[in-house]
C-alpha cells in the first residue's frame, strides 16, 4: 500500500519504449497511485496523450502547457503537487536538459521546479548509454534527489544488443516503491531461503515437493523496497528472482539440493542481521544415488531413503543474536505444530500456514499465523504474499530492536 494516495508525476520521454509507459502508469494506479502524466513533444510521436488521459483519467500535459492563461503556473503547480516523479523511459537530451538546468519543456520545467524525489530511467541505444556525455550528465544530478534505475541489457530496436533497454514494468514499479517507501530496513542484511530442493535418484528423477518459491521471493523483494541488502538462497523454481534495484541489494544464490540450500545458507547468516527460512527443503533423499538413468524395468518397487540435515537445527549455533524466522506449513493442527517448531529450532518468530486451502504452495495469496517466541499469536487474514512478507517485515524489524 506504500502507493496509496501518492501524487506521481510520470515524465515520458521520445523512444521506442514509450508504450511500456501506459502499462506503467496503469500499475501505479491499481496501487492506488494518483498520476500525471507529462510528456515531451518526441514522446508524443509515439503514443498520443489521449492515451495517457484515458488511463490515468487526468489531462495529459505537454508543451502546450508549459504557460497557459487563466493564472497560475503550470510546471510550478505540477511541481508542487507531485509527491514523487518518475522519468521513464528518460532520454539522452532530457538528461542532458536536466543535468543543464535548462527548462525550455514542459517536463524538465517541473522538474527542475520540484524539491520531490525522482527516479530515472535510462533507456537508449548502447553507444548512446555508455557515451561519455550521458554518463557525465548522469554525474551531475544530485543524488540527494535522485535515483537513477540502469537500463537492461538485450535486444535493442536497432537490433542490436547491449545494455540500453528499458527495464521491465514490474521492475520500474519495484523501484518506484522503494523511492517511496520509507527505508526502514537500510542498513540491514536478511537472508531468505525460497523454494523447493530435489534429492536425485539418478540423473532424470528426484524427489521433491510442490513450492514455487513465491512467498519467500516475495518477503526479498519486500525486503530489498525497504532498503535491505539481501541474500536469496533460492531453489530451483520457474520463477524468476526480485531486480537488483536502485535502492537496496539483491545478491541471488541458486542451489539444487538441500546439502546446498544448507551450506549456502550458512555463508549467508554469516553476515546477515536476519535470515528466514521461507523455503521447503526435502526432509529426505534417496540412499543411493544412480550414475545412469534406470530403465523401467530396473527401477526399485521400495525406495531406500535417509535423512537430510536439518538446516535451521544444524545452523542454531551460529544465531547469536540475529533474528530467525521460520515457516511450518501443514494440513493439520496448524497452530500447535507451529508452535512446537518455533521451540524445538529455536526461532524468534513462524509463520504457520495451512496448504490445503489453496493458499500454500505456487498460490498468489497466503494466509495463516503468526507466532512469536514470547507467546504472541497473530492471525494473517488472507492477502497477497507481497503484504504477509511486509507484516513479517515490520516483526522482524521490532524483534531485531530489542535484540
Known amino acids: 500500500m506504500v502507493l496509496k494516495d501518492k501524487r506521481i508525476l510520470l515524465g515520458v520521454c521520445g523512444g521506442i519504449a514509450v508504450y511500456k509507459s501506459t502499462m506503467l502508469a496503469r500499475a501505479m494506479i491499481k496501487a492506488g497511485a494518483l498520476v500525471q502524466v507529462v510528456m515531451t513533444d518526441a514522446a508524443t510521436k509515439f503514443v498520443g496523450p489521449l492515451t495517457f488521459e484515458a488511463l490515468t483519467e487526468r489531462a495529459c500535459l505537454t508543451d502546450e ?53 525522482i527516479l530515472l530511467v535510462p533507456a537508449m541505444h548502447t553507444a548512446m548509454w555508455e557515451s561519455v556525455p550521458v554518463q557525465r550528465n548522469l554525474t551531475l544530478l544530485n543524488p540527494q534527489q535522485y535515483r ?44 531468505v531461503t525460497a523454494g523447493p530442493t530435489r534429492e536425485p535418484m539418478d540423473p532424470v528423477r528426484f524427489i521433491s ?137 529455536g526461532l524468534d518468530l513462524l509463520f504457520a500456514n495451512p496448504v490445503d486451502n489453496g493458499q500454500g504452495f505456487g498460490a498468489a495469496a497466503n494466509q495463516g499465523y503468526l507466532l512469536s517466541k514470547d507467546g504472541a499469536l497473530v492471525v494473517v487474514e488472507s492477502q497477497s504474499k507481497f503484504d504477509v512478507a511486509n507484516l513479517i517485515l515490520d516483526q522482524v524489524l521490532k524483534i531485531g530492536k530489542r535484540k
Open 65 to 117: 502547457n508549459l504557460f497557459h492563461t487563466g493564472g497560475g503556473v503550470s510546471h510550478v503547480e505540477v511541481a508542487r503537487n507531485a509527491d514523487l516523479i518518475v522519468i521513464a523511459p528518460a532520454t539522452a537530451t532530457t538528461i542532458a536538459r536536466l543535468a543543464g538546468g535548462f527548462a525550455d519543456n514542459m517536463l524538465s520545467a517541473s522538474v527542475l521546479a520540484s524539491k520531490a524525489p
Open 148 to 191: 537513477i534505475l540502469p537500463p537492461a541489457a538485450g535486444d535493442l530496436a536497432s537490433g542490436d544488443v547491449g545494455p540500453g533497454r528499458f527495464p521491465e514494468v514490474e521492475d520500474i514499479f519495484d523501484a518506484v516503491c522503494a523511492v517511496a517507501s520509507p527505508q526502514d530496513l537500510a542498513g540491514w542484511r536478511i537472508a
Open 209 to 345: 515437493n510442490p513450492s514455487t518459491g513465491k512467498m519467500g521471493i516475495e518477503i526479498a523483494r519486500a525486503a530489498q523496497i525497504r532498503g535491505a541488502v539481501v541474500d536469496l538462497v533460492l531453489g530451483p523454481t520457474h520463477l524468476n528472482p526480485p531486480s537488483e534495484l536502485a535502492t537496496g541489494s539483491m545478491n541471488v544464490r541458486k542451489v539444487l539440493t538441500t546439502k546446498d540450500m544448507l551450506d549456502s545458507t550458512k555463508a549467508a547468516l554469516a553476515g546477515a542481521d536476519a535470515l528466514i527460512m521461507a523455503a521447503a527443503p526435502s526432509d529426505d533423499r534417496p540412499a543411493q544415488v544412480h550414475e545412469h538413468k534406470l530403465h523401467k524395468a530396473d527401477l526399485p518397487k521400495t525406495l531406500q531413503m535417509e535423512a537430510n540435515p536439518d538446516i535451521l537445527k544444524t545452523l542454531r549455533p551460529d544465531f547469536d543474536k540475529k533474528v530467525i524466522v521460520g515457516f511450518a506449513a501443514e494440513t493439520t493442527s496448524v497452530v500447535e505444530s507451529g508452535q512446537q517448531k518455533l521451540v524445538d529450532k
